[in-house]
């Protein structure tokens, strides 16, 4: 049996979870951070870096795909990069994931059955299909799309079975860099 993972796929940064022992785990998908930068930098020769690395590219190369996860849905723009090709928010994100993905194995020595997805809570249904979409076509079995504030109250304990309020405050946290 594999792993199920969560996945917050974030405009700016992007983490990994499991759940072990009804409690949840981060997953350390960059050298130095939990957080891994949610950049696409793709060279001439198809070589793939993401992350932090690839954010480092950007100040050699300007053709460093970010902010991608703002388009998803939309046909509204394409990003070329240097290996000359355009690439859509969905071709990017399911990049993304799919090396995220990669890595995750590769640290936990095991391979991955399902994730869930998170998105912000306004996505609207074409944005959640098109990370629904980005997510398969990186390979993966799409378990559900969830809104970031709905995984932040499970976090919490709101299906914990005890009747409590908790109030969940989505303060959002993408920055232009």
Do not use: C, W
Request: negative net charge.
């Amino acid at each position: 049996m594999g792993l199920n993972i969560g996945i917050d796929l974030g405009t700016t940064y992007s983490v990994v979870a499991y759940v072990d022992n009804g409690s949840a785990k981060i997953i350390q998908t960059s050298q130095d951070s939990v957080t891994t930068a949610s950049a696409v930098y793709l060279e001439e020769d198809d070589t793939l870096t993401i992350g932090q690395e690839a954010k480092q590219e950007q100040k050699y190369h300007g053709q460093v795909a970010t902010f991608y996860k703002r388009n998803i849905g939309s046909d509204s723009k394409d990003y070329d990069l240097e290996n000359g090709r355009s690439y859509s928010a969905v071709d990017l994100s399911s990049i993304f994931l799919k090396e995220l993905v990669k890595r995750v194995e590769e640290k936990m020595h095991q391979k991955v059955d399902g994730a869930v997805i998170t998105v912000p809570a306004y996505f609207n249904d074409a944005q959640r299909q098109a990370t629904k979409d980005a997510g398969k076509i990186a390979g993966l079995n799409v378990l559900r799309i969830i809104n970031e504030p709905t995984s932040a109250a499970l976090a919490y304990g709101l299906d914990n079975g005890n009747p409590q309020k908790v109030l969940v405050y989505d303060l959002g946290g993408a920055k232009n860099e």
